[in-house]
């Protein structure tokens, strides 16, 4: 537990050290009571300090006598944090530190005083570093409630509580989940950004869509995902297809299927053909092209496709749509990454497929 520090505090002990005696009367201190009193120490576990930037600070107070005059006494208060350090980053309106704790810095591998002064995206990995300027820019040429209401949190952000990466350096790049307030201070905008420890599972968990699936690309397990992700429920996708989000598993011409077309042959898959074009040719059942993608999962590690996550829609209402149907469909559809990890089951003769789907 850090220490805050140590200060010296006079007492003024006009009663005579708590002993009731008339005024003037002299204080009498055996050399007993002065070694007992020297050596006493009061802890009061639980003290609230009201701390510049952020919430109170929970301490425990230590409280010893150093020295005893015949009418006053010294007093050594130690404050102990009872919880963890608050990692806690101050910038003006132009977006340049002005105060970071030291814990903090020293978890980024530099020290408050190197970054005293410099802009905010030194201590974030690129592109967001540059990124966020135009946003800082923006917050500081507006009052506190302006910035309030204009600036709306977007999901997936780091103002949204999100895990995010800090740090410029790969060595020394941490997770973290950012508390971000804005504040007028004597008519000037300040920006108050407080960090949480995370980790990197929490910061895939918040981002992906873990899906377990038959042989056949029937969903049968939905691990706990976001909404905000893809615009539903992960939970409603159990019985369904997993050709009813996924736009690559789509039926499509077999020729896009083994390589010239959709390609889930090639790593990282490139870009895909739109799955809903007509084209002329043979197509190519969900099953069999979900054979074709754990065929290449099993032979190449870490493989993983471009793909297109799509909101469950019924057939009816897509039939409904009519002449709109490809644009709705597109508006609907988020760009994403899907790996594959199979597992044999050894038990029966099917397969369970986990599908992991990485929004980008």
């Known amino acids: ?25 002299a204080v009498t201190v055996t050399p007993a009571i002065e070694y007992a009193i020297a050596h006493l120490v009061e802890t009061l576990p639980s003290v609230q300090f009201l701390h510049k930037y952020t919430r109170p600070v929970d301490c425990n107070v230590s409280l010893q006598r150093l020295g005893i005059g015949p009418m006053e006494c010294m007093v050594e208060m130690t404050l102990r944090r009872n919880g963890p350090a608050h990692l806690l980053a101050l910038t003006g309106p132009s977006g340049r530190v002005r105060y970071i704790a030291s814990e903090l810095a020293r978890a980024l591998g530099t020290s408050p005083s190197a970054l005293y002064r410099q802009p905010l ?7 967001w570093g540059t990124l966020h300027a135009a946003w ?6 507006q009052s506190a409630s302006a910035a309030a209401a204009v600036g709306a ?12 990466v800090l740090g410029s350096s790969l060595r020394m790049q941490g997770y973290y989940r950012l508390a971000i307030s804005s504040n007028d201070d004597a008519g000037e905008m ?9 980790t990197r599972e929490e910061a895939l968990s918040e981002r992906r869509l873990v899906l377990t699936v038959d042989a056949d690309g ?8 976001p909404t905000w992700l893809y615009g539903f429920s992960p939970k409603q996708l159990l019985g369904r297809s997993l050709a009813d989000v996924v736009t690559t598993l789509r ?37 069999e092209l979900l054979s074709l993608l754990i065929t290449k999962a099993m032979m190449q590690n870490g493989v993983s496709w471009r793909v297109g996550v799509t909101v469950p829609t019924e057939e009816a209402e897509l039939q ?11 508006k609907r559809t988020t760009p994403a990454i899907m790996e594959i990890e199979v597992s044999l089951d050894t038990t029966a003769l099917g397969r369970a497929v986990s599908a992991g789907v990485e929004s980008t």
């Open 136 to 141: 800082i820019k923006g917050m500081g040429s």
């Open 320 to 330: 409904a749509l009519g002449v709109m149907r490809h644009a709705v469909m597109a």
């Open 218 to 225: 029937i969903v049968t397990e939905v691990d706990d995902g």
């Open 153 to 164: 949190i977007v999901p997936g952000s780091c103002r949204s509580g999100i895990t995010t």
């Open 1 to 25: 537990v850090g220490k805050f520090g140590t200060m010296g505090l006079g007492l003024s002990m006009g009663m005579g050290l708590g002993h009731h005696t008339s005024v003037g009367a």
């Open 190 to 198: 300040r920006h108050v950004v407080e960090a949480e420890p995370s």
């Open 251 to 287: 039926p499509a011409r077999r020729e896009g299927a083994d390589g010239s077309g959709g390609c889930p042959d090639g790593a990282d898959g490139g870009a895909v053909n739109n799955p809903e074009e007509e084209e002329e040719g043979e197509d190519v059942s969900v099953t």
């Open 121 to 127: 995206g030194d201590i974030m990995p690129q592109p």
